[in-house]
């Protein structure tokens, strides 16, 4: 990986997102800080309850506001901070600058209103389109997507489609813009393998096309691998590695990185093998523990790793990780990862 | 649709004949007949009204007398007024019970959907305690509460109103009143809850995630998902509405027909009985039928045209 010259679209500093809730506060993301480059697919994976979806969710305030907070931290984006964006021009930046897919797409559509007019209003309300302009616009955006005979499917509903055609139908909506950034929420947890196969190629299509940036969050590694240059693994609400793909899934760092990449099963690995899960259950988030998340899990914690967060470490110029494995007093252990992979 | 429609009505009227049926033989098993409550009346004269009115033959012939009567539209003479049949009484007292009873059902209706609109928009704030208060006076203290506090205060008090009686307009206001604090009160709660789970769901958020305002995303979204379960309550509560309320009917006098629901039976008046029975259930049925055609209206995923 050589150096990256593209230029920074989204850098987020030190967010804190906490929930407001009658048991407590829980603080489901606590100071974390990524960057994404224009046009660059930047993959965030983690466990459920990990807090990447709040991480972007915050951004462009899409949680409700209460429960939840932004407690700290700054998001540039284009030059300017969503997180001191007043609500007008947030709206403005919704839908036309950055998009969102989310999981679900038996859900995610409005059952009552047709597809195009969903996909028109976005461009009637940024693009101050005429509703006949905006509908060319749909049908162009539902061919582009892959929707065979656009002009008919328009004028359907949601019901009428099948769980890929509404995930493709989505993908309209959000890109019907043109927007700088999609975040797309786990978009193919919802669907079957062949349609997740034909969405993901599909966004990467487009990615391409049209120079999008895109924060792809799941929890499936290998569509990580599939779609995104640069990834973040996310435990607790705290970032615990960052590199490109091929730091994070050949020279993993980071223990529960390790663990994760031990839990999916391997094509290329004829031994019989047993999948690792990591055992353990994830850190409570109405009282996160002061040091590391993942120490409680972790089979190589140590004393210090209970007491105190470990700071950023930087492995390579693409690759960083927050661990106290990397401190130079740290015992060296093996990369059970790399070590395990056959020769 | 057409299908459908006439299969529908088909259904319907098995529906009621069911119902029909039922009644007839449930009141005839319940002991003492219409003139047993008549007492030292000449076996001669019992003996030429039981012929009279069919009540010496078998049951199932009273029965196949009833159900031929029914295929003409008859619903029979009443037996306690023995000169007036169940057609006329009922005609004679909807006119006034349909008034109150659609009247207070379509202010209630309305102002507890706007009310419900209201507390939803305002979730956990001054408004929403408000108008849930409101709601959960108007479901728990019963109708007569409320027409007695209004008889008392708005007749009796401030004088504004007339208290009971039935001689224009005016009269209406306060049986109409008390007819629609019910109607309020329940679809204040109805039209809440199904709106604050329509806010939470995930095609609101796609809305938002479009760049719509909050408002555009109340009334392109929101509201048009949200009456879905409400038109479920609006058939039957349509139905029930025009045959009034025995209660608020006999509190403000007004004649509907609200009184012969509870007379009837009081009376053992056979007739009646079947008469304000069934004419409640074809009411009701009508009301379910109305709610089904709305639904498709409103939702696309039952439209019935396909």
Not at chain 1, 55 to 80: C, E, Q, Y
Not at chain 1, 136 to 165: C, N, W
Not at chain 1, 224 to 231: H, K, N, S, T
């Amino acid at each position: 990986m050589g150096k990256d010259n593209r230029k920074i679209l989204l850098d987020v500093k030190d967010l804190s997102v906490s929930f407001d809730t009658y048991a407590g506060e829980v603080q489901a993301v606590r100071g974390n800080s990524f960057y994404v480059r224009k046009g660059e697919a930047l993959g965030i994976v983690g466990e459920s309850g990990s807090g990447k979806s709040v991480t972007v969710k915050s951004l462009i305030k899409l949680l409700p506001m209460p429960p939840a907070r932004i407690k700290t931290g700054t998001a540039m984006f284009n030059g300017k901070d969503l997180v001191k964006m007043s609500d007008k021009q947030l709206e403005s930046i919704r839908g036309s600058e950055i998009s969102m897919i989310f999981q679900d797409p038996m859900t995610s559509l409005n059952p009552t209103m047709k597809v195009g007019s969903q996909i028109m209003e976005g461009l009637i309300k940024h693009q101050k389109m005429s509703k006949k302009e905006a509908r060319e616009k749909a049908i162009e955006m539902l061919r582009l997507v892959g929707i065979p005979t656009p002009e008919k499917r328009i004028d359907q509903y949601p019901h009428e489609f099948s769980g890929g055609m509404r995930q493709r139908g989505m993908i309209a909506i959000a890109l019907a813009c043109n927007p700088k950034l999609l975040v797309a929420d786990e978009p193919t947890t919802a669907l079957d393998v062949t349609i997740q196969a034909q969405i993901l190629d599909l966004m990467k299509d487009l990615q391409e096309k049209m120079e999008t940036s895109i924060i792809l969050i799941t929890h499936d590694l290998g569509v990580i691998a599939d779609v995104a240059e640069r990834v973040i693994v996310m435990y607790g609400g705290l970032i615990m590695e960052e590199g490109s793909i091929d730091d994070v899934f050949y020279r993993p760092q980071h223990p529960y990185t390790w663990g994760l990449l031990k839990s999916v099963p391997r094509l290329d690995n004829k031994a019989k093998e047993r999948l690792i899960p990591i055992e353990g259950t994830p850190p409570d988030l109405f009282s996160p523990p002061e040091g590391c998340p993942f120490a409680a899990r972790c089979e190589y914690a140590m004393p210090i790793c209970k007491e105190q967060m470990p700071e950023r470490t930087s492995v390579s110029e693409t690759h960083s990780v927050f661990c106290w494995l990397q401190h130079d007093m740290a015992p060296n252990v093996v990369n059970p990862v790399i070590e395990g992979r056959g020769k | 649709m057409g299908r459908y429609v006439l299969k529908r009505f088909g259904l319907m009227i098995i529906t009621v004949w069911v119902i029909a049926t039922l009644t007839f033989f449930l009141m005839h098993a319940i002991p003492g007949d219409p003139l047993s409550t008549d007492r030292g009346m000449p076996p001669e004269v019992r003996k030429n009204i039981e012929a009279k009115y069919h009540l010496d033959k078998p049951l199932m012939i009273q029965y196949a007398y009833y159900i031929k009567d029914l295929l003409h539209g008859d619903l029979g003479l009443s037996l306690k007024y023995k000169t007036r049949t169940v057609n006329s009484m009922l005609m004679n007292g909807l006119p006034a019970s349909a008034k109150v009873g659609l009247l207070g059902m379509l202010i209630g209706v309305s102002v507890g959907i706007f009310l419900g609109i209201i507390a939803a928009l305002n979730n956990k704030g001054f408004l929403d305690y408000l108008v849930i208060f409101i709601a959960i006076l108007g479901m728990s203290v019963p109708s007569f509460v409320f027409a007695s506090v209004y008889q008392y205060f708005i007749g009796v008090k401030l004088l504004w109103l007339p208290v009971a009686g039935w001689e224009g307009p005016k009269y209406l206001i306060l049986p109409v009143a008390s007819m629609a604090t019910f109607y309020i009160a329940s679809y204040a709660r109805y039209m809440k809850t199904s709106m604050i789970e329509v806010m939470g769901s995930d095609y609101v958020v796609t809305a938002k995630s479009k760049g719509l305002s909050h408002t555009a995303v109340i009334i392109k979204h929101v509201l048009r998902n949200a009456s879905v379960p409400i038109i479920t309550f609006i058939g039957p509560s349509l139905a029930t509405s025009i045959v009034g309320s025995f209660v608020i009917e006999s509190i403000f006098g007004v004649p509907g027909i609200g009184k012969f629901f509870v007379d009837s039976v009081k009376q053992y008046d056979y007739t009646m009985i079947l008469g304000t029975t069934l004419f409640t259930s074809i009411l009701v049925v009508l009301g379910y039928f109305i709610s089904d055609m709305l639904y498709g209206v409103v939702d696309p995923r039952i439209r019935l045209d396909k």
